[in-house]
């Protein structure tokens, strides 16, 4: 069926004061169901958006599509897009997303534990310019001291919380426009959880958005500007952080520790819910 006037201005528009769209976005893995189902969600401009969700929700779905990675893990896009401003960006590789702003600190560190803590760093500016690489190091070593006083050690023999530090450091290496973390929090304890809040908050300062995906709604709603919550591959619930923390659902599901029992797949007739749709 072709498209109507109307759909492709729908596709194309971008809502205002948003860096990131991801429009109507399906995504499948082989022949199995899709794994994200018509999503839609924009990130604010020098804003911080929180993507809750259980295991199997599609939150690593969802950053594999926008980091270009989906293909790795034999995914394809059956419908929808994602841009970055006007550019079409989930047909580009991994490393031309990098090059446009977008870029990547992935679940459970994935630093290169055999070489120093500034090699770590290095690596992470390989695609930025002298000026920028010079820049960037100063403003991780100034967000985490610890990495310029630990700069000549294996990073395999920092801490996890300092290994984390290190992981959004590289990351931060390349002067992004957009940051996404995924599970920054992951096996890290409540008061290195809370440095790493501050810190991400110190990014969104700074002039850098971020996606945050967390399965940790207390830290992630406390950052975050906006949110959406995904179950089973759909928006289930989108608005302002606090209406989110407000939210039945929410307090229920996430709040009071009890992510782990949503269901896994929807029953017939499941009634959706949403506080807003919210434009940036």
Known sequence: MADTESDTRRRRRRWPGTVLNVRDLQVRYGRSVAALHGVDLAVPDRGVLAVLGSNGAGKSTLLRTISGTLKLHRGVVTRGDVRLGDARIDRLDPASIVRLGVVGVPEGRQIFTRMSVDDNLRAGGITASAEQRVKARKRVHELFPVLAERARQRAGLLS??????????????????????????????????????????????????????????????????????LEVGRIALAGRSDELSRSEEVRHLYLGGHAGTQATQEEPGARKHFLSRWGG
Not at 167 to 190: K, N, Y
Not at 211 to 225: G, P, S
């Open 160 to 229: 996890g919380g300092e290994q984390q530090m290190l992981a959004i450091g590289r990351a931060l290496m390349s002067a992004p426009h957009v940051l996404l973390l995924d599970e920054p929090s992951l096996g890290l304890a409540p008061k290195v959880v809370e440095q790493i809040s501050g810190i991400v908050r110190e990014i969104h300062a700074q002039g850098t958005a971020v996606v945050l995906v967390e399965q940790n709604a207390v830290m992630a709603l406390n950052v975050a500007d906006h949110a959406v919550v």
